[in-house]
Every structure is written in structure tokens, then in C-alpha cells.
């Protein structure tokens, strides 16, 4: 491995430490917001929300129902109050389901 490789590596640790240690440096002790505090708690389900929906109308080529289903019975799962791991384990078990059927 070259030497550029170690330095890429760490470039991308700084860039990823960076933004987690000054929150943690200079709020220490400081409460904030309670309306800053519930849009920092729900950056992660945005961006994550983000990321999946494109993704559901290419998940299987010429089938879009597959994702369609996938993505109603995460929503659902979700919308009953189930936390992330269950919602995601619903999908995959429901697609699961959905494969075995139509083969």
C-alpha cells in the first residue's frame, strides 16, 4: 500500500472526527433548545430518508411494486412506533415474503 493510501486514510479520519469532537468540546455543559434539540435528533432520519426513497423505484428492475411494498410496510412499521432496526427487519422480512411467493 502506498503512502498517498495512509494519508487518504487519514485525511478521511480528520474529516470524520472533526465534526463529532467540536460539538462534544464546546457544548459540554450547555443545554440546548428544546426546538435545536429535536431537529438534531431527527437529522439522521432525514438524511437516511433521504438516501432510501430514490432507491425504492430502482430496487428490482421492472418491478416496482417490490419497492412500493417495501416502502409501505417499512412506513407503516414506522408510523406505529417501532424502532429502526424493527422497521428495517419488517421490510426485509415482508420482501422476503413477496420473493417466496412469486416464485
Excluded: K
Excluded at 472533526?18 to 459540554?28: D, G, V
Excluded at 433521504?50 to 425504492?56: E, K, N, V
Amino acid at each position: 500500500m502506498g503512502i498517498s493510501y495512509w494519508w487518504m486514510i487519514l485525511g478521511m479520519t480528520l474529516v470524520t472526527y472533526i465534526p463529532r469532537a467540536i460539538p462534544l468540546t464546546f457544548l459540554q455543559g450547555i443545554e440546548l433548545p428544546p426546538f435545536l434539540s429535536g431537529i438534531l435528533r431527527n437529522i439522521p432520519f432525514a438524511i437516511l430518508g433521504a438516501l432510501i426513497f430514490p432507491a425504492i423505484f430502482y430496487i428490482q428492475e421492472g418491478d416496482y411494486f417490490f419497492g412500493i411494498l417495501g416502502a409501505v410496510v417499512a412506513f407503516g412499521i414506522a408510523y406505529a412506533g417501532a424502532n429502526v432496526i424493527f422497521v428495517v427487519l419488517g421490510a426485509i422480512a415482508a420482501l422476503a415474503v413477496y420473493s417466496l411467493v412469486l416464485v
